[in-house]
């Protein structure tokens, strides 16, 4: 059994430890948090599980690593803290683990990230002998190795979009979704998520990932954006009000260019209610879906729903990050030190795990 540490116990940490309890290769060893209130609390509490995992919440990462962990599910976020977030993941490296994680974008696409975040990494793993995946849904399997398996049903392909829809009155992190995003601020509010760059930035290693592996070659990456105002003022279930006139929809692109024209796009239309831009892609119910649509020969379009924790399209898409990158560790573990992408590491089938299911 491989002794596994998950780092983390928020949207991300929970969906880990039920992953990692679930995996018939794994042992949870240690759960590591940062709020005091959850410092000695049982695993199987923080993680919504009946009964007990006999694994208390502690606060001490020292003693965590001097612990060798074979492998660390680092679910922290990067978001606003990419520095703390690069130094903590070097850490667990260092002490010998395989660490998978979703919080570093930039590491996505390894190969192109810049040097100084791959060369800190490079030189963690030279120094401890650990290994990093960093993975996820979108970013993730929603743009990578989803379409790459689809484009490979096809006699030729034209072009590959990758669409996340979503309803984000749903998502839990509303100052992500307020803020970051900009849903209710007025239409001249710059959300940092959508400034110049930045988008190209979390998927642009996704876009040079699918190139790759295509063999194409990509003269530039661009970005597009819209953004629609609420008509009237909104109430949602999760997140409270929005008035009429803020910002209540965002679509943008970011566009591979191959030849002169987008081939490979990840698109986003997010809405934080369903009555603002419906002539923009909707998701079968009106929550949220990740699609993939291959135009070509013949044209192939998949639908992916994800649900976890009542019934939340969040919570499953962020079950579905976790079950990507917990079910690379044993491969992980049986691989020489490294620093390793999506094109690396196999997607597998859930070999040991059916029937196997946890409340």
Same mark, same amino acid.
């Given at each position: 059994?491989? &002794?596994?540490?998950?780092?983390?116990?928020?949207?991300?940490?929970?969906?880990?430890?039920?992953?990692?309890?679930?995996? =018939?290769?794994?042992? %949870?060893? *240690? +759960?590591?948090?940062?709020?005091?209130?959850?410092?000695?609390?049982?695993?199987?509490?923080?993680?919504? %599980?009946?009964?007990?995992?006999?694994?208390?919440?502690?606060d001490d990462i020292d003693a965590v690593l001097a612990a060798a962990p074979q492998a660390v599910v680092y679910a922290a976020s990067g978001d606003l803290r990419p520095d703390e977030a690069l130094a903590d993941i070097?850490?667990?490296?260092?002490?010998? *683990?395989?660490?998978?994680t979703p919080a570093l974008y930039a590491l996505y696409d390894q190969r192109g990230a810049p040097p100084e975040l791959r060369d800190p990494i490079l030189a963690a793993i030279a120094d401890g002998g650990g290994s990093?995946?960093?993975?996820? +849904?979108?970013?993730?399997?929603?743009?990578?190795?989803?379409?790459?398996?689809? &484009?490979?049903?096809?006699?030729?392909?034209?072009?590959?979009?990758?669409?996340?829809?979503?309803?984000?009155?749903?998502?839990?992190?509303?100052?992500?979704?307020?803020?970051?995003?900009?849903?209710?601020?007025?239409?001249?509010?710059?959300?940092?998520? %959508?400034?110049?760059?930045? #988008?190209?930035?979390?998927?642009?290693?996704?876009?040079?990932?699918?190139?790759?592996? %295509?063999?194409?070659?990509?003269?530039?990456?661009?970005?597009?954006?819209?953004?629609? *105002?609420?008509?009237?003022? +909104? &109430?949602?279930?999760?997140?409270?009000?929005?008035e009429a006139g803020t910002q209540g929809a965002v679509r943008f692109e970011v566009q591979g260019i191959v030849g002169g024209v987008p081939r490979i796009v990840i698109e986003h239309v997010t809405r934080i209610h369903?009555?603002?831009? #419906?002539?923009?892609?909707? #998701?079968?119910?009106?929550?949220?879906?990740?699609?993939?649509?291959?135009?070509?020969? =013949?044209?192939?379009?998949?639908?992916?729903? &994800?649900?976890?924790?009542?019934?939340?399209?969040?919570?499953?898409?962020?079950?579905?990050?976790?079950?990507?990158?917990?079910?690379?560790?044993?491969?992980?573990?049986?691989?020489?030190?490294?620093?390793?992408?999506?094109?690396?590491?196999?997607?597998?089938?859930?070999?040991?795990?059916?029937?196997?299911?946890?409340?």
């Amino acid at each position: 059994m491989i &002794s596994t540490v998950v780092w983390g116990t928020g949207n991300v940490g929970r969906a880990a430890i039920r992953a990692v309890e679930a995996h =018939p290769a794994l042992r %949870l060893t *240690a +759960v590591l948090v940062h709020h005091p209130d959850k410092v000695g609390r049982d695993a199987a509490g923080l993680a919504g %599980l009946d009964g007990r995992l006999g694994v208390a919440a502690t606060d001490d990462i020292d003693a965590v690593l001097a612990a060798a962990p074979q492998a660390v599910v680092y679910a922290a976020s990067g978001d606003l803290r990419p520095d703390e977030a690069l130094a903590d993941i070097g850490r667990a490296i260092r002490a010998g *683990a395989v660490v998978v994680t979703p919080a570093l974008y930039a590491l996505y696409d390894q190969r192109g990230a810049p040097p100084e975040l791959r060369d800190p990494i490079l030189a963690a793993i030279a120094d401890g002998g650990g290994s990093l995946f960093v993975s996820g +849904v979108d970013p993730g399997w929603g743009n990578d190795v989803l379409p790459l398996l689809i &484009s490979g049903l096809g006699s030729t392909v034209d072009a590959i979009r990758c669409q996340e829809i979503f309803d984000y009155s749903t998502y839990e992190q509303e100052d992500s979704v307020r803020h970051l995003i900009g849903m209710g601020h007025p239409m001249d509010y710059e959300p940092l998520m %959508l400034a110049e760059t930045i #988008p190209t930035m979390v998927w642009g290693g996704q876009i040079r990932l699918m190139a790759r592996a %295509l063999g194409a070659e990509l003269d530039d990456i661009r970005e597009t954006l819209e953004r629609r *105002a609420l008509d009237t003022s +909104v &109430s949602t279930r999760t997140m409270g009000d929005f008035e009429a006139g803020t910002q209540g929809a965002v679509r943008f692109e970011v566009q591979g260019i191959v030849g002169g024209v987008p081939r490979i796009v990840i698109e986003h239309v997010t809405r934080i209610h369903p009555s603002c831009a #419906p002539d923009w892609p909707t #998701p079968p119910d009106g929550a949220g879906a990740h699609r993939v649509i291959i135009e070509g020969r =013949p044209r192939i379009e998949v639908t992916v729903e &994800s649900t976890d924790e009542g019934e939340s399209r969040s919570a499953g898409g962020n079950a579905t990050a976790v079950g990507r990158l917990v079910g690379a560790i044993d491969w992980l573990v049986d691989m020489e030190p490294g620093l390793y992408d999506a094109l690396d590491v196999p997607l597998r089938p859930a070999t040991g795990k059916l029937g196997r299911s946890k409340q």
